[in-house]
Every structure is written in C-alpha cells, then in structure tokens.
C-alpha cells in the first residue's frame, strides 16, 4: 500500500516561513512527478507546486499566487519532496496535500494523482 505523509505545517504569522515535507511510507513506488496542492474550507482543491524529473533536468511549474515565494524540491534518496513557503500570508491557509503518481501529463489537476498524503495544516494569522 502505498502512502505519503507529509509533515512541517503549524500556525504562523504573516511573512513567517514554513517547510513543509512529503515522504513515502510503506510500499515503495516510482514516480516522476510530484506535487502539493491545498484546499480551504469550503473551497475546491487547488494546485499549488509541482516537481517533475527526467534524465536531464527537472521541471518546475507554480502557481501564480506562490510564484516567487515558493520552493518545491525534491531529495531523490529519501523520494521526498519538500515544500519551502517564505513570506507566508493568510491567503495561504489551508490544508496542504502531497501527490504522487499522476496517470497523466495534467500536473495541475488533482484528479490526475493516485497517490496522496493525509494533509498537514498551516494557519497563516496574526
């Protein structure tokens, strides 16, 4: 069975700045691909980062609203991938979610994944 759990949310002040994680837990996977997403009560949700890797490079697609902000990286020993949020704002509250496992090209749409962490909670308040 394959799970992600990821870890690093909590409740912070605005410009404060987080990492959030994403490891695998239990069976072993491959996967090219990886993303966070997040969802707000009461709304859908929403893409937020994603990470692909190939032979040669990786490749890296944001949000605008996190763009600049953001870091996704991912340490390829551990298959882990990271989410660094500096200047945090409450606009970013939510619950964060790792995927994994896209069955196709559509990074962006989370119906694409068959793999999700349980979601780790960040408060972004003053």
């Known amino acids: 069975q394959v799970q992600l759990v990821e870890s690093g949310g909590g409740l912070v002040q605005p410009g404060d700045s987080l990492r959030l994680s994403c490891a695998p837990s239990?069976?072993?996977?491959?996967?090219?691909?990886m993303a966070w997403f997040r969802q707000a009560p009461g709304e859908e949700r929403k893409f937020v980062a994603s990470?692909?890797?190939?032979?040669?490079?990786?490749?890296?697609d944001y949000t605008d609203s996190v763009q600049g902000r953001f870091t996704i990286s991912r340490e390829n020993a551990k298959n882990t991938v990271y989410l660094q949020m500096n200047n945090l704002k409450p606009e970013d509250t939510a619950v964060y979610f790792c995927?994994?496992?896209?069955?196709?090209?559509?990074?962006?749409?989370?119906?694409?994944?068959?793999?999700w962490g349980q979601g780790t909670q960040v408060t972004v308040s003053s």
């Open positions: 995927a994994a496992g896209p069955r196709s090209s559509n990074y962006r749409e989370f119906s694409s994944y068959d793999y």
């Open positions: 990470i692909r890797w190939s032979s040669v490079a990786f490749y890296l």
């Open positions: 239990g069976r072993t996977f491959s996967t090219s691909v």
